[in-house]
């Protein structure tokens, strides 16, 4: 059974899926200026970029946020401690 996230504009939405909607949306030059990371801006695939995403989390946390803010506005709320 899945758990409902309804203030998660994330859930469901694969890694895999959100490199493609950005590469269709923003192109890679776009995105590599927006995130300067190696796999957006040398030889950029979704493949690569998929393999270094899984494995850097302040990495995928870029990319999350860059898609949130180019498809849905979407700014999470900074939290205070």
Same mark, same amino acid.
């Given at each position: 059974?899945?758990?409902?996230?309804?203030?998660?504009?994330?859930?469901? $939405?694969?890694?895999?899926?959100?490199?493609?909607?950005?590469?269709?949306?923003?192109?890679?030059?776009?995105?590599?200026?927006?995130?300067?990371?190696?796999?957006?801006t040398?030889?950029?695939? $979704?493949?690569?970029?998929?393999?270094f995403?899984?494995?850097?989390?302040?990495?995928?946390?870029? $990319?999350e946020?860059?898609?949130?803010?180019?498809?849905?506005?979407? $700014?999470?709320?900074?939290?205070?401690?």
């Open positions: 059974m899945t758990q409902q996230q309804p203030n998660n504009p994330l859930h469901g $939405v694969k890694l895999e899926d959100i490199i493609i909607k950005l590469e269709q949306e923003l192109g890679w030059q776009a995105m590599g200026e927006a995130i300067n990371i190696r796999c957006f040398h030889d950029p695939s $979704v493949k690569s970029s998929l393999k995403l899984r494995k850097t989390p302040w990495a995928r946390e870029k $990319v946020q860059l898609y949130l803010d180019t498809f849905h506005g979407f $700014v999470w709320p900074s939290i205070k401690k």
